[in-house]
């Protein structure tokens, strides 16, 4: 297998002269690299395009900013197809040759062969060791709240899922961007479900001391899920699959929600999240573009069709 291992690899980067400097591909391609960069704002990692020595644990490894970018990429949405990650030419990265098998090899990411609809692909994870690592070099000089990261696989089941939300998270941060917006961080539901848990169980340790009272724990589950822009419907709050936190050139800080849709989503839970005001994006069968996508209301009658 090892005969698909490109020699080439840390060949210097040539420039491409078959574009003029000012061409559209050329601004969409700079700002999707902005939006990888984004993920690796609060890390103290090198930036350049030379690789720079970084301790990890009780060793010294070599890395550069494109493998920084795959790692906090891969970290801030746990699962990407390999891809939809980009090596330091700019181009796709393969598990099998490049920087993402040198990263693999350094035990920094996993990957794994998938079938996504009727398609092939190779799902990147990071490892635990890749997680310590971004966490070892997170700067903690800002004010505002770190970009969490994530190893591993927790729901096998949902693969096909969530391995399009970093699909969903740039088409939805390319569409804010043309707007003026400057990306923050990236929230999945993982976080949110978390902090909502915490506040489940300190509502659970007050029911203890006092007689319980529906209509008044119903009414403070509403108001944790208003304090974050969380919809309750049916008195059930609502979580996004990602949520994106921007600021308008203003100052003022707003989020984006955004919802990948898949052909599971039927009935009752369907029409619910059809009334969330999430930003919504269709998973078909595989992928190669055949996935659709929304802005938020954009398509309301996108539900519809499972009901």
């Not at 390999?82 to 996993?110: C, F, M, Q, T, Y």
């Not at 190779?122 to 890749?130: D, P, S």
């Not at 304090?227 to 059930?236: A, E, K, Q, T, Y």
């Amino acid at each position: 297998m090892w005969r698909d291992v490109d020699p080439r690899d840390d060949e210097p980067e040539r420039p491409d002269l078959s574009r003029g400097s000012a061409s559209r591909s050329d601004e969409s391609d700079a700002q999707r690299d902005d939006l990888r960069g984004v993920l690796t704002r609060d890390l103290d990692l090198p930036r350049g395009s030379a690789r720079r020595p970084v301790r990890d644990r009780d060793r010294l490894i070599d890395l550069r900013d494109s493998e920084v970018r795959i790692l906090a990429t891969t970290g801030a949405f746990r699962v990407v197809v390999a891809s939809d990650l980009i090596d330091h030419r700019g181009r796709p990265a393969n598990a099998r040759s490049g920087e993402l098998r040198r990263l693999k090899e350094l035990d920094l990411v996993e990957t794994r062969p998938y079938v996504i609809g009727r398609e092939k692909a190779t799902l990147v994870t990071l490892t635990e060791r890749g997680r310590e690592l971004l966490k070892q070099h997170r700067r903690h000089d800002r004010l505002e709240a770190p970009q969490t990261y994530y190893a591993g696989i927790v729901k096998p089941r949902e693969l096909s899922h969530d391995s399009q939300l970093y699909r969903a998270y740039v088409r939805s941060a390319d569409r804010l961007k043309e707007n003026g917006v400057a990306v923050k961080r990236v929230v999945l539901d993982y976080e949110l479900k978390r902090d909502y848990q915490r506040f489940l169980s300190e509502l659970n340790r007050e029911r203890r001391r006092q007689e319980r009272d529906i209509d008044r724990e119903a009414g403070q589950v509403a108001e944790w899920a208003a304090s974050r822009d969380l919809p309750v419907i049916d008195g059930h709050v609502h979580f996004p699959d990602v949520r994106i936190e921007y600021e308008r050139p203003g100052g003022e800080r707003k989020i984006e929600d955004i919802e990948v849709v898949t052909p599971h989503y039927r009935g009752a839970y369907a029409a619910a999240k059809g009334r969330t005001g999430f930003s919504t994006y269709r998973i078909d069968t595989g992928l190669g573009g055949r996935s659709g996508g929304s802005g938020r209301s954009a398509h309301p009658r996108i539900f519809e069709e499972f009901l």
